[in-house]
């Protein structure tokens, strides 16, 4: 088993005063070649939106997108015509294919909106962009991994263009389980939301990361109470 450890105070950051962002890859200003994508993982974006404000509209292509808001509400518009607002507990995921533009704002005046953005580069390019928007409230487990996206329409969760498989934990202290890979290949990018966590022998605290390849499983275990996000990828993009 290989493994990488990105900890919180080496991701890249960047204060826009209505905007507080941190990156764990290479992303706008921030330029890292050791820290350009982790598989076919290329932005893992924490972003903190001051109430009212957000991104005007802004073009995408040929990328995966999935948005997890944390706390707060996030506004979406988009060029297909679609309108939605999500919030803690649920999942939005864009397929942006061909091309498509959106924006997003923080709805709310009164208070900041957190959310992480994700990009993985899809397995199949120019396609018809797509839009969905989930609740994930049902697939909530305690002390288990439960899935919200796939590549699977059929399976549980979302889905997107791309062999990945991203799983969410709400871990108890003391919890333990080990999470076997879906497909040879691929490799694990675990982050911590809150909380402290052991993967794979790797110690990780709030926002810390750690990526693991080259193995078939890995064990994960709360050192404390935990929530984190587990994104299994394709290493070979």
């Known amino acids: 088993m290989k493994a990488i450890v990105h900890s919180a105070d080496t991701r890249g950051h960047a204060d826009h005063g209505w905007l507080n962002a941190h990156h764990s890859f290479s992303f706008a200003n921030y330029y890292n070649p050791e820290r350009m994508n982790f598989g076919a993982l290329r ?3 924490d972003d903190i939106v001051s109430g009212g404000m957000g991104f005007g509209m802004h073009p995408h292509d040929n990328m995966e997108i999935i948005t997890i808001p944390l706390k707060g509400d996030l506004e979406h518009k988009d060029s297909m015509g679609n309108v939605g607002r999500i919030k803690n ?3 939005q995921v ?3 294919g061909t091309g498509v533009f959106h924006s997003e704002y923080n709805p709310n005046k009164d208070r900041e909106t957190n959310l992480l953005q994700i990009w993985l580069f899809p397995n199949k ?3 018809d962009p ?3 928007q989930i609740s994930i409230e049902d697939y909530r487990k305690k002390n288990e991994l439960y899935q919200v996206v796939s590549p699977d329409a059929e399976d549980q969760g979302s889905w997107i263009y791309q062999d990945a498989w991203f799983h969410l934990g709400d871990f108890d202290k003391g919890t333990t389980r ?3 890979l879906k497909k040879e290949g691929n490799g694990v990018y675990l ?3 809150e909380g402290n966590v052991d993967v794979g022998g790797q110690k990780l605290g709030k926002r810390d990361a750690a990526g693991v390849w080259e193995t078939g499983s890995v064990s994960i275990t709360a050192g404390s109470d935990a929530e984190f996000l ?3 990828v394709p290493m070979a993009v």
Do not use: C, K, Q
Request: glycine share 4%; charged share 25%; net charge negative.
């Open 89 to 91: 507990g649920e999942i």
């Open 125 to 127: 390019r120019n396609v």
């Open 191 to 193: 982050f911590v939301i």
């Open 230 to 232: 587990l994104m299994e």
């Open 43 to 45: 932005v893992l974006n």
């Open 94 to 96: 864009m397929s942006a």
């Open 130 to 132: 797509r839009y969905d």
């Open 178 to 180: 080990e999470y076997s």
